[in-house]
């Protein structure tokens, strides 16, 4: 069975068409949305859809260990709320992990943006796939023995899904699913600027490999991040 974890922080109105998508899926499979205190009804609505909530500390990476720690699969997948399923998702990652040399890998990534920079983005997301670097909006999933193995989910305030990319690429038998491929909004790139984008990115990087901590990491970005908003 696949378990498919979903981090949410205030989705009620975005976090619809996963269900639905995941609703349409014959793959056995269950929900479990790990929840960081929204206070738009987003818990009432995924229990209202068959999802199992679990209720965690707010940050990214500590609600993916939460849901992963109450997910009862032996493949784990996480999604972000605003990821779009084409139809075959699960079947295609089921029968990716029928081959037991596999122990995870993500999904071809596609931004919904039809501005220039969501295609760019697209492109360069394919770019850095291919040389082992990928994050959590591409749909991580990983294999539960491999995922134990590894640690599990590292609860970080950010980056933790590049920390557990870099462990599993570590342990090797990964793949990236091109058929279907899954796409993510843009909707965090609006009305920004894509060079002060992708400067973030860079120095977010950087200061991660220098060993600056994680919650200060996070600080910083939400700060740089308001400062590009208009």
């Known amino acids: ?7 949410t922080l205030n989705e ?7 269900f639905d998508a995941l609703a349409g899926e014959a793959t056995a499979h269950e929900v479990i949305v790990a929840d960081g205190g929204s206070t738009d009804g987003t818990p009432a609505l995924a229990a209202a ?14 609600q993916l260990r939460a849901g992963a720690e109450a997910a009862q699969g032996d493949v784990l997948l996480f999604l972000h709320a605003d990821s779009r399923l084409a139809p075959g998702t699960l079947a295609a990652l089921a029968a990716a992990m029928a081959d037991p040399a596999v122990t995870g890998g993500n999904f071809r990534l596609l931004f919904d943006g039809e501005d220039g920079f969501s295609r760019w983005l697209t492109g360069f997301y394919a770019w850095f796939r291919r040389r082992g670097l990928y994050y959590g909006d591409s749909g991580m999933f990983v294999r539960r023995t491999a995922y134990d193995r590894l640690g599990g989910m590292p609860a970080l305030a950010i980056m933790e899904d590049y920390a557990l990319a870099r462990r599993m690429e570590r342990l090797g038998g990964t793949l990236c699913i091109a058929e279907p491929p899954l796409t993510t909004s843009s909707r965090r790139f609006r009305g920004r600027h894509p060079v002060r ?34």
Do not use: F, N, Q
């Open 197 to 230: 984008i992708v400067a973030k990115w860079l120095v977010m990087h950087t200061l991660y490999h220098l060993g600056v901590p994680p919650a200060r990491l996070a600080r910083l970005y939400d700060r740089k991040t308001k400062a590009e908003e208009p």
């Open 1 to 7: 069975m696949i378990s498919v974890v979903i981090p």
């Open 49 to 62: 859809r068959g999802a199992r909530v679990v209720a965690a500390p707010r940050g990214r990476g500590h």
């Open 12 to 18: 009620a109105g975005t976090i619809g068409p996963v």
